[in-house]
């Protein structure tokens, strides 16, 4: 356990835990949207139910946005800025694993179901892909890239020099 209470090991779980509590927060989202869109009815005219996304990617990438920075000015803003870097760059390299694994996983005709629940971990810093999606308008190179180095945000929350 003593382990786990290193400065270096900060930033990640902080970050698995908050993408975490993002993913249980998204999956209540859409049961409670589910239940209301049944609790309508069907559309009169098509006779179909109508469940869309409509504003709950932005709703949910506005809670990921808040999660991040409060468990950021919680748990990481105590460390120096070496501290925060060094730690940061392990969930950097977390995510660009999960992301070439999940791009191997499709090249090879399907998608891996341990990319879909290990993409659990990063849910913390899916506001930055929405923003960034918003922007350039699809997911692309440049969407995807800015968005794995995301956890280097924290560095505006670290000291400048250690404490005495």
Do not use: N
């Amino acid at each position: 356990m003593e382990f786990l209470k290193r400065p270096i090991w900060r930033v990640p779980l902080v970050l698995c835990a908050t993408g975490l509590l993002c993913r249980l927060i998204t999956y209540l989202y859409s049961f409670v949207s589910v239940r209301i869109q049944m609790a309508q009815g069907p559309d009169p005219v098509t006779g179909a139910y109508s469940i869309s996304s409509g504003h709950a990617s932005v709703v949910l990438s506005a809670v990921a946005f808040l999660l991040f920075w409060a468990a950021g000015w919680k748990f990481v803003r105590g460390l120096t800025r070496k501290q925060i870097f060094l730690s940061a760059t392990i969930m950097v390299v977390w995510l660009g694993v999960l992301l070439a694994w999940e791009q191997l996983s499709q090249a090879a005709g399907g998608y891996s179901m341990w990319v879909y629940r290990l993409y659990a971990t990063q849910e913390a810093v899916t506001w930055a892909v929405q923003l960034l999606v918003r922007i350039f308008g699809s997911v692309s190179v440049p969407v995807v890239l800015p968005s794995i180095l995301t956890p280097y945000c924290y560095l505006l929350l670290g000291r400048k020099e250690p404490a005495s």
